[in-house]
Every structure is written in structure tokens, then in C-alpha cells.
């Protein structure tokens, strides 16, 4: 049977008869060695696949903190063109509140000074209670214009 067998090989492998010289090559296979090799093989793996996440992750949080640096970089420079405009409005509101100012746009309206001013003392408000204002030279007054005590206001009588 055995040689049965042979010929059956024989003709499925399109060989004659075989030698010595053609064995087939076999080997012992050591199952512990190849698990170590698996193992270590899957370790590496992992430890690229760690690096190259924390690598991607720390890339992630220099352009998140990039973008934020430039995002306050842009405030920090509206601040500053916001508070030179304000400076700017404030110094235009001082020149246009100068008396002198005034006076001279009043004139370039048509307006006249009054031959006789009459003063009035504003009251305020502070936190719901009236605080009245006095009179900076009740002497220097018209005659016309007397200072109620009671109010600390002035009216003006017709003559």
C-alpha cells in the first residue's frame, strides 16, 4: 500500500520516483517562543500607537493655544484702538465744553448775552434724596432775583 501511496503522490506532484537528496524540509515549531515574539510584537505596536496619539494630542493643543494667543492678541489691539478713541471723544468734549467755545458757537448762531442774567441753583438727586445746590455769590445777585431760603432757589421778580 505504501506504494500505492507513493505513486499517488508521484503522479500529483508530476515527479518519478524520489531521492534522498529531496526530502521535504521539516522543522520543529516552538509555540512559547512564537507567543513571546506575538506579544513583544503587539507591545511595540501599542507603544507607536501611544506616541503617535500623544504626539497628534499635543499638536492639537498647540494650535488650540495659538489660535487663542491670536484671538487675544485682536482684543488686545481693539482695546487699545478703543481707548485712544476714547481719549480722543474726551478731549473733544473738554474743547467743545470751554466756555470760550461756547460763547463762540453761540454768537455764529445769532445768540446775544443778556443784559441781565439771572442765576438759578440746580437741584439733584443723589440715591432718592434732593440735595440743593447754593448760590456761588448770593451778594454779587441782581436785584431782581431773590434766593428763596427754604428751597435754596432763585426766582426772579418782576419789577
Given amino acids: 500500500m505504501t506504494s500505492a501511496a507513493q505513486q ?5 506532484t508530476g515527479k518519478g520516483a524520489t531521492s534522498k537528496s529531496q526530502r521535504p524540509r521539516l522543522r520543529v ?3 512559547s ?3 513571546r515574539e506575538s506579544r513583544r510584537r503587539t507591545v511595540v505596536i501599542g507603544v507607536i500607537l501611544f506616541v503617535a496619539g500623544c504626539l497628534f494630542v499635543t499638536a492639537f493643543v498647540q494650535a488650540t493655544l495659538v489660535q487663542r494667543q491670536h484671538r487675544l492678541d485682536q482684543i488686545n489691539s ?3 484702538v ?3 478713541r476714547s481719549a480722543q471723544l474726551e478731549r473733544d468734549v473738554m474743547i ?3 466756555p470760550v467755545v461756547i460763547v463762540e458757537r453761540a454768537e455764529v448762531l445769532g445768540m446775544v448775552r443778556s443784559q441781565d442774567p439771572v442765576y438759578l441753583v440746580a437741584n439733584q438727586y443723589v440715591a432718592g434724596r434732593l440735595i440743593t445746590g447754593q448760590l456761588p455769590n448770593a451778594g454779587a445777585l441782581p436785584a431782581s432775583v431773590q434766593l428763596d431760603s427754604a428751597d435754596s432757589t432763585a426766582t426772579e421778580t418782576s419789577e
Avoid at 8 to 12: C, E, F, L, V
Fill in 96 to 98: 467743545a465744553s470751554a
Fill in 82 to 84: 478703543a481707548k485712544e
Fill in 8 to 12: 499517488s503522490r508521484q503522479r500529483a
Fill in 33 to 35: 517562543k512564537l507567543k
Fill in 78 to 80: 481693539e482695546i487699545v
Fill in 29 to 31: 515549531i516552538d509555540h
